[in-house]
C-alpha cells in the first residue's frame, strides 16, 4: 500500500462542504457510523475483515467515539466480529451488525464502555464471508428495527429472533424488521444481491441503495414495499444471466429499481425530497432527486463529491446539527490496511439549489397500493386483476399481494375458467400465498399457455419441488418448446437435481 494516500477531494454542486474530522491510525478501515444527539460520533473501526497476517491491530473490531470535532477518540466497545453496521437506539442502547448477528451494547455503569450485550437475531448459514450477510440497519417510524441481509453466497438461512420467531431463505438477500428486543421478527422484502445501504423514512417508505452482481451491473437504487421480490436469487449462480433471475423488473411478479447508483454503495440518507447515495467504488457522493411516477418513484443522478482512489465512502449518518457524516475506508484493499477517514458533509441551503425542497406527497396510486397491501383497500377481482397486468409496476405488485389474499377457497378449476391473462396473473399471485403448495404447478405444468408453462416451471424451480424432476426431464425431449421455454425446463432440472447453478 502506497505510503500516501490523498483523496483529492472535489466538490461538484454549489454549496457543498467537505471537512475531514479524523483519519488514521484514530480509526481504520471504518464501516457503520451514527451519531447522537450531543453530536458525537459513533463508528465501527473493522480489525477483523479479512485480517492478513502479521496485522497489529486490536483482535476484535472497535466501536470508537469522538465529539462532533472527530476530537477527543475513545473506545466504547471492543468485542465483535465482522461488524458492518452501528445504529444508536433507544434507552443507551448501541445496535451493531456482525455477518452473522444482530446484537445491542449497553453501558449500565456510566463509566462510557460497554459492559452489557444482547443478541437479537442470529443466522443460522454455513456462508461466512463477512459482508455478504447482515449489514444496514435503520428505524422505522414505529420504532421497529429494519435490517437487511446479503446474498449469502447462495447458502441456507435461517433467522432467529428471541423470541424464537425464524425467517428462512435459499439463495437471496433480504429486509426484515423486528422489535428494538428482537422480537416480532418478520422478512419485509426478498431478492436482493447486498442492500448494505438502508433508509426509512419519517413518513414510512423504505429505500435501498444495493451492490450488483459483478457480472451485471447497475448497482440498484430501491424501493422496498411489504411483500415484494426484487428478483435476485444467488441460488442461480453469482452471474445473473438465467431465466429466472431478474434485475429490474424482467420476471413477472418482481420490482425493478428507481434508477442505477454508483458501484459499491454502503448507505443512503434522505435529503428534502431526494436520496443520498456514497459510492465506494466510484469514489464519489451523489444526490438523487425523487419523483412520484404512480405508486413508485423515478429519479435522476446529481454527482456532489468527488474523490481520488484513495476516497472511499461507506456509511454515512446526519447529525443533529443537519450535516452528514461519513466513513472512509481509503483504500480498495479488501483486508483491513490501517487507514482510515471521518468526514464531514454540510449544505449550504442558500447556494445548494439542486436540493429538492421536500418530498412529493402521496398520490392516488400510492396510496392506494399501500391500501391494498395492508388490507385496508378491497376492490372487486375483475379490477384487481386489471391492476396486477397495468404499466404502474408498483402498483401491480399491490394488486398481486390482494389477489393472495382473496385466493381463498380458489381451486384450478377456478383458473382454468378465466381468460389466458388473467390465468397467468391469478397463477403469480397465488406464489405469495404458498410456493410450497403443489397442486397449481402440478395443474398448469401442460397448460396451452406457454407463459403459464414458464411460470410453473419458475415456482417448480424456486421452491425446488424435487416430486417433478421426472416430468421436467421428459420436457427436454419435447421438440415443440421454443427456445424460451426449453430454457426453463433445463434451469429447473437443473434445480431439481441439485444443480440450480448449473446455468442453461
Not at 438477500?173 to 422478512?187: N, Q, S
Amino acid at each position: 500500500m502506497p505510503a500516501e494516500v490523498p483523496p483529492k477531494i472535489e466538490t461538484l454542486q454549489p454549496g457543498v462542504k467537505m471537512t475531514l474530522l479524523a483519519e488514521h491510525p484514530d480509526l481504520v478501515t471504518p464501516t457503520g457510523i451514527d451519531v447522537d444527539d450531543q453530536g458525537r460520533v459513533w463508528l465501527v473501526a473493522c480489525h477483523t475483515h479479512f485480517r492478513p497476517e502479521g496485522y497489529t491491530g486490536p483482535g476484535h473490531d472497535e466501536v470508537l467515539v469522538f465529539d462532533a470535532e472527530g476530537k477527543n477518540r475513545r473506545v466504547f466497545y471492543n468485542a465483535t466480529t465482522a461488524t458492518m453496521n452501528l445504529q444508536l437506539g433507544p434507552d443507551g442502547w448501541v445496535y451493531l451488525a456482525e455477518r452473522s448477528r444482530i446484537l445491542r451494547v449497553k453501558d449500565t455503569d456510566g463509566d462510557g464502555k460497554g459492559d452489557l450485550e444482547e443478541t437479537l437475531a442470529v443466522l443460522d448459514t454455513l456462508a461466512d464471508y463477512p459482508h455478504n450477510g447482515l449489514s444496514g440497519m435503520a428505524w422505522d417510524p414505529q420504532g421497529g428495527l429494519v435490517f437487511s441481509l446479503g446474498e449469502n453466497f447462495g447458502k441456507d438461512w435461517t433467522l432467529t429472533g428471541t423470541d424464537g420467531a425464524q425467517v428462512s431463505g435459499r439463495g437471496e438477500g433480504g429486509v426484515f424488521r423486528c422489535a428494538p428486543d428482537g422480537k416480532a421478527l418478520r422478512r419485509i422484502a426478498r431478492g436482493f444481491w447486498n442492500p448494505f445501504g438502508l433508509l426509512v423514512r419519517a413518513d414510512g417508505e423504505i429505500f435501498a441503495a444495493e451492490n450488483d452482481p459483478g457480472s451485471r451491473p447497475p448497482c440498484r437504487l430501491l424501493h422496498i414495499v411489504e411483500g415484494a421480490d426484487y428478483g435476485y436469487q444467488w441460488v442461480y449462480g453469482s452471474a445473473p444471466v438465467h431465466p429466472f433471475v431478474a434485475w429490474n423488473g424482467e420476471l413477472r411478479g418482481t420490482l425493478g429499481m428507481v434508477h442505477p447508483c454508483g458501484e459499491g454503495p454502503c448507505a443512503i440518507l434522505d435529503l428534502g425530497g431526494g436520496l443520498i447515495i456514497p459510492s465506494w467504488s466510484d469514489h464519489r457522493i451523489d444526490y438523487y432527486p425523487l419523483t412520484r411516477k404512480g405508486a413508485g418513484h423515478t429519479s435522476e443522478r446529481v454527482p456532489l463529491v468527488k474523490g481520488s482512489d484513495y476516497f472511499r465512502p461507506t456509511c454515512m449518518a446526519r447529525g443533529p446539527d443537519g450535516a452528514f457524516y461519513l466513513t472512509d475506508w481509503v483504500f480498495s484493499s479488501y483486508p483491513i490496511h490501517q487507514r482510515g477517514r471521518l468526514w464531514k458533509l454540510e449544505m449550504d441551503p442558500q447556494a445548494a439549489t439542486w436540493i429538492k425542497a421536500a418530498p412529493d406527497p402521496l398520490n392516488e396510486a400510492a396510496r392506494l397500493a399501500h391500501d391494498l397491501r395492508t388490507g385496508k383497500a378491497t376492490l372487486p377481482f375483475a379490477r384487481l386483476l386489471a391492476l396486477a397486468q397495468g404499466d404502474d409496476t408498483c402498483l401491480a405488485d399491490a394488486a398481486l399481494t390482494a389477489l393472495a389474499r382473496a385466493s381463498t377457497g380458489w381451486t384450478p378449476e377456478t383458473l382454468r375458467a378465466m381468460s389466458a391473462p388473467d390465468r397467468l396473473w391469478s397463477f403469480i399471485a397465488l406464489r405469495r400465498k404458498d410456493i410450497t403448495d403443489e397442486q397449481w404447478p402440478r395443474a398448469f405444468l401442460r397448460d396451452t399457455d406457454p407463459e403459464l408453462r414458464f411460470e410453473a416451471l419458475r415456482w417448480i424451480a424456486d421452491a425446488v419441488l424435487t416430486p417433478f424432476l421426472s416430468e421436467v426431464e421428459a420436457m427436454l425431449s419435447d421438440t415443440t418448446l421454443d427456445f424460451r421455454l426449453f430454457e426453463a425446463a433445463l434451469a429447473a432440472w437443473n434445480t431439481l437435481r441439485g444443480e440450480p447453478g448449473a446455468g442453461v
